[in-house]
Each structure stands twice: as C-alpha cells, then as structure tokens.
C-alpha cells in the first residue's frame, strides 16, 4: 500500500550482497524467519504531498511490487554505491506515472556518477532510437555540508554527513526521524543535526569491525549519544540472526526488517 503520510516502510534491510548471499547455507540464509531475508537498503517515505525513496536498490521493482507501492514522487539518494543506486532504471516508469520528470535529491558527485553509470539513459541519441523511457530525473544538488533544510513533497529535510571509509555519504533527517545508513562514523556536527531525533534508523552491519560500516556496538553508542527514543539497525549481514540479535539488544533498539512500517509523527 502507497505509504501514508508519516509512514515509513522498509524497502530492504540487507548489506549489499543481500541475504540470503548466493551460494551461502549458513545459519541465516538458511533460515526460516522472513525476517532474515533481506534485500538491499532502501525507504519509502509518505510525506505531505507524496511517497519520497531514500535510495534505489537492485531489487527495487521487487520491492515496490512486494509493498504494493505504485508510485514515487520524490527520490534521494544517500551515495552512489551499486547496492543503493543500481536498481534506479526501475524509476523510468515513474515519470510516465507522474507526468513530470522524477526530482531526485543528491550531491553533485553521485549525479556525476548517475550520468556515468546510466549514460544510456541520458544520451537523447540512443533514447530516440529505442522504446524504452529514458530516466527522467529532475536533478536537486544539495550539499550535505549546509545544515539548512530543503523541501521535498511539502517537508523540510536536513541533510546529515557521514564518514564511509574513504567515501561520505548522506543521512536524511525529517522531522525527529532520521535515517543514517552507510556510516562508520560520524562527524561531530552530525551530532548537531541529529539532537531531538526520536527515531533513528543506524547502519549496523554485525558484531565485526568494518572499515566502512558500524557495528552494533558502535551503533548502540551512537544511538545512546543521539538519545533517541526508538532506534532500528539496518544494512545488516549475515552474521546476524533478527531474533537472536533482538533479544540482546536494548528493548527500545531493534533490527529492521524489509516489509517494518513505522510512523513517524506527520510532518
Ligand atoms: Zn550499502
Ligand atoms: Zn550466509
Ligand atoms: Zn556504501
């Protein structure tokens, strides 16, 4: 169902080879429990005047079609890595839907990478001499350095940097909810932009350290700093059963799964 307003709904939950990994037939992929089975990350947000997508992962028409959502207005993307950005050919009927291009909010380094890796779509040579619908994208630059909200679909969003390893990438806060998936740390005026957030979504990739990712200790941390009220870990791996990991955790810090709907208060 189409995301109501202050709804959001959890498109994927996975790290970016998905779970179950192909060919792996351990615990967890092996698992029973739907909620170990988890498609790369991505949201639907409602939002006043429509569904807003944090991210486009490869099993994004599945996970429209398994949501039952119809329709995006709106899409921002968190950084150019292929699990949060190479199922955005599945937007091309989007446009079509809407009537107008699809605006998409992202830095100017990840538009340069969506011109890069979906040249095809944007060369009008070769969108005229086929019948596919080119991806039509209305490009927003945001630079995550500037605290000052921008408004999307009738709510002011507050971009939030993010260390990645070697890359950076955005965290989205909307209202007190805040979504913060690809971070092994965060910068200190993060923290700024984060006070009051009530609910927090938190890249925790498994009890491992990572280079480019939080654990769940680090993760746990963080959300204690934040002090949000209810906090739910995402772009987890297989390593980490949903009910064993549930039970250890803090009653208000909870695993996400794809398919969890949350609302947030309206915006
Ligand atoms: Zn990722
Ligand atoms: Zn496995
Ligand atoms: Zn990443």
Redesign the pocket.
């Known amino acids: 169902m189409q995301p109501l307003v202050g709804e959001v709904v959890f498109l994927g939950t996975g790290t970016?080879h998905g779970i179950p990994v192909i060919g792996c037939h351990c615990a967890v992929c092996r698992s029973e429990d739907r909620r170990n089975r988890r498609y790369r990350c991505a949201i639907a947000v409602g939002l006043p005047l429509g569904g807003l997508l944090i991210d486009a992962p490869p099993e994004l028409r599945l996970a429209l079609i398994r949501e039952d959502i119809p329709l995006i207005h709106a899409f921002a993307l968190?950084?150019a890595?292929v699990?949060?950005l190479f199922g955005a050919d599945d937007l091309r009927v989007m446009p079509n839907r809407l009537g107008t291009p699809l605006p998409i909010y992202c830095r100017t380094q990840d538009a340069k990478e969506i011109h890069r890796v979906f040249s095809y779509a944007f060369d009008p040579s070769l969108t005229q001499a086929s019948t596919a619908a080119p991806l039509s994208f209305e490009f927003h630059e945001i630079n995550a350095l500037d605290a000052t909200p921008f408004e999307v679909l009738g709510a002011k969003i507050v971009p939030i940097p993010m260390h990645?390893h070697v890359?950076d990438?955005v965290g989205y806060r909307i209202g007190s909810f805040a979504y913060c998936?690809?971070v092994v740390s965060f910068p200190e005026t993060s923290y700024e932009r984060l006070k009051g957030v009530k609910t927090l979504v938190l890249d925790a990739l498994r009890h491992r350290s990572h280079p480019?990712?939080q654990t769940i200790a680090q993760a746990i941390e963080v959300a204690n700093r934040v002090g949000a009220e209810e906090v739910y870990l995402t772009h987890l791996s297989h390593d980490i059963d949903h009910a064993t990991l549930e039970e250890e955790l803090p009653p208000h810090i909870h695993p996400a799964y794809d398919g969890l709907r949350l609302q947030i208060p309206v915006i």
Do not use: E, L, V
Request: aromatic share 0%; with cysteine.
């Open positions: 970016s968190t950084h890595h699990d949060h990645h890359n990438a998936t690809d480019c990712h």
